[in-house]
């Protein structure tokens, strides 16, 4: 089924700077109508020379190549040493179960390949296949720690050489994959593809201290350290909600106080702070709605309190659970009954989902419950206290699924229902819908990850299927006069999905514009003056 | 002691290796710790009205503190759908293998109700079980042998599958269409496998008997097969009670001072042994997750 040159796991040790895979624009996955999708650009001069590109050309990682064979021979013992430790209990309890699984019962059926929109939308790369990385750790793994791999090699399958090509390139396998898991979905033996490579980024952060510097540095260093990834500190959160209350003057006429830090609230919300700054018309909304509701809740300003995000769910099991802990203890202390997590779809996943088993009994989730927005928006509409005129939203609408929440989290009725009632077309479901959704390309960092050349490779090859999609969605009503809305509520999602239009041209090109969930509730509320969502924005 | 009593050992060897080998493998995929949540939806044992579309509690408010309806049995039910039918690989393998597949795990459960059906045949006068025996051993037989040759073909014809095929894999594939072909064979020299049945009966009831060399080569092979089977991953259908169980549909979350939380706070004081600048040394995880200032680089 691959179209490309045939490419084997030893080549993963192939000495030289020469990228396995050479990507261009016409040999991946055609789309269903025009775009203005630029050719793929060659790495800038000079990058060849001080950066490892030798697995597609591609990489977030502006660290230099080491010079000496001490420094490669370091990586690679650094490599090996956390490779063991992935198999360690102790070292790894969260997942050594169904990794140990993964590695040892997969039966190379290959029925995931098809379910990846990274496999798909590369044209079929051989490299990006789910099992491609998973079998390249598997081999590795059986030579240097099996009798049988040490013994028989090759004989066996354990014929991949580690050296620091190998080890450089498998960190790049690590980030070319969504952990979507939708490879894991249709797994007949329920492998799970995705989580390997989760754990191949979690041996280079745990054991090596490497990882996209947006996710470690950046990432969840900084949120610990400074109180959010945005770098907003509790004195700059002040900042920011007092002008979201004059933002939701200027757009509403409505005079709101946005609670902080109160005491005994019902409600904790806890946004992704990026949406204060590249959004904030999403925060605002919600404080809009819960107001209206008549709901009693609050934000924190506790470091930390205001940003819901946790890239440790992405790589890094550690600071997982350091901002897990957090995030939690400060809706402790403010004695509020619940956590409710904004539109953020990994921040669900995090904190009402993987923190579960990660903390102790006190901060269990009969303790400190923590849910998503999303069923209590739908109650919010049901309780009939907002009215909601949907012909205030008369314009064609899709919905797309953040893995996090839908796949991962089996949230799928209630953002659907809310449409039905706050908008006024049919919802033009995207194929395949609810938990059997494509990425958005922005999945686990990458939607945030944008050094070196990496958001080329993101628009171009993780984000190409969404757009398909959402180009197939809209099949008849493409006509750029009639603006097109793309609900996404998830902030990584909103992210990949900008860049997204913007890479093919879809806002010129067809009037497609993406938003949030809240942001179509508030625009279709009755006694507000309307024009809450800019539909003809030039920004876009 | 003969050719005969050596038959008898091998059979009673097999059947408590695969017995036992299997429990031990069992027992440390058990005995591992809990994995944390990582469920992928849908869930199987989900409220009714949930189940097709893959919605899960968590659509509901208050979740963390309401009873839930779940249902276990759908969960066995789901399970069994997939390895009777293995309805993932015929809805979404693009190789085509679906057929060759069913074909040979078909083949294999029948192999086993074939054994039984010998077995029975040994201890039970019931009318037709000759016949069912027949039919079902041959179907057994056929379909094992057609689907492991079938996919031999497929593995080493198609590039993508055959990068992916290890040696063992070839083996295995090999191994399986060996022991269906011998049987097939023996059953051209026996139309009524009444020399199976016999030989069946030699081991349950420790009285060697003379069978034709082309049933001894079968009844070997299906044994050794069984020696062999535990130490691979042919044992998947185990695995998958643990990976869909106990991982991908474990939705179960904690309760403080409940057995899962006693398991977690006992995983909590493991030491990692991480070596990254922002991993303390010597701390436990519970340790590491309270730090609110964590170390920013070894001293």
Known sequence: ?????????????????????????????????????????????????????????????????????????????????????????????????????????????????????????????????????????????????????????????????????????????????????????????????????REIRKLFSQELGIAPKELLQKGTRQQLQVGSTTGMNPAGFKDTIEFQEELIYEKTGRKIRIPIDKKGADILL?????????????????????????????????????????????????????????????????????????????????????????????????????????????????????????????????????????????????????????????LRELAPQGVNNYCCGGGSGFAIMDTLNFSQWRKSVSSRMKVKQVLDAFADVLDPAAPKYVTAPCSNCKGALRDAIGHYGLWDKYRIMYGGLVDLMVNAMADLPGGFIELNREDL | MGFEHFMVGFGWLAAVLFVGVSAYKIARIARLPLNVRWEVYPVPHEAKEKRPYGGSYMEEMDWATTKREASPLATYREIATEVTTLKRVKEHNGYGIWPLSLAMHWGLYLYFVWLFLLVAGNVLLVPGLSLLTIVVGLAAHVLGAAGALGLIVKRTTNRDLRLYTTPPDYFNLLFLAALFLAGLVSWFGDRSFATHKAYIGSVLFFRPVHVPAAVSVSFLLFELFMIYMPFTKLIHYFAKYFTFDRALWDDDFKAKGSAKDRQVTEQLAFKPGWAAPHIAPGQTWLQQAQATTPPEARK
């Not at chain 1, 739908?378 to 206290?385: L, M, P």
């Open chain 1, 1 to 197: 089924m691959s179209h490309q040159k045939p490419i084997s796991f030893r080549d993963m040790a192939q000495p030289g700077d020469e990228p396995l895979v050479t990507l261009e624009r016409d040999a991946l996955m055609p789309l269903p109508a025009p775009t203005a999708e630029p050719l793929l650009q060659a790495p800038k001069a000079g990058w060849a020379e001080k950066y490892d590109l030798s697995l597609d050309g591609h990489s977030d990682f502006d660290f230099p190549k080491p010079k000496t064979a001490e420094e490669e021979q370091r990586l690679v013992n650094g490599f090996l040493s956390g490779l063991q430790k992935l198999f360690d209990p102790q070292s790894n309890w969260p997942f050594v179960k169904l990794l140990k699984l993964s590695m040892d019962y997969c039966v190379h059926c290959q029925t995931c390949s098809e379910a990846c929109h990274v496999y798909c939308g590369s044209g079929r790369q051989e490299v990006y296949r789910p099992t491609y990385r998973s079998e390249v750790l598997r081999r590795i793994y059986q030579r240097y720690f099996t009798p049988s791999g040490k013994l028989l090699k090759s004989w066996v399958g354990a014929d991949v050489e580690l050296n620091a090509k190998t080890v450089r390139r498998l960190l790049e396998l690590a980030y070319r994959c969504n952990i979507c898991r939708r490879c894991a979905q249709v797994c007949p033996v329920g492998i799970d593809n995705a989580l390997l490579a």
């Open chain 1, 270 to 426: 806890i946004h992704n702070a990026g949406e204060f700054m590249a959004w904030p018309e999403n925060p605002a909304a919600f404080a809009i709605l819960f107001e209206a509701a008549g709901l009693n809740w609050t934000l924190s300003s506790e470091s930390l309190g205001y940003d819901g995000v946790n890239y440790g769910a992405w790589f890094d099991d550690v600071e997982l659970a350091r901002i897990a802990m957090r995030q939690v203890s400060i809706a402790n202390q403010l004695g509020v009954k619940k956590i409710v997590v904004g539109e953020c779809g990994h921040a669900h996943k995090a904190l009402c989902v993987i923190a579960d088993r990660v903390l102790p009994g006190d901060l269990s989730l009969p303790e400190m419950p923590r849910e998503s927005c999303l069923p209590l928006l739908w109650q919010i509409v049901q309780r009939g206290a907002i009215k909601f005129d949907p012909a205030r939203n008369d314009f064609p609408i899709t919905l797309h699924d953040p893995c996090n929440i839908v796949r991962l989290m089996g949230i799928v009725a209630p953002q659907r229902n809310i449409i039905k009632r706050v908008c006024a077309q049919p």
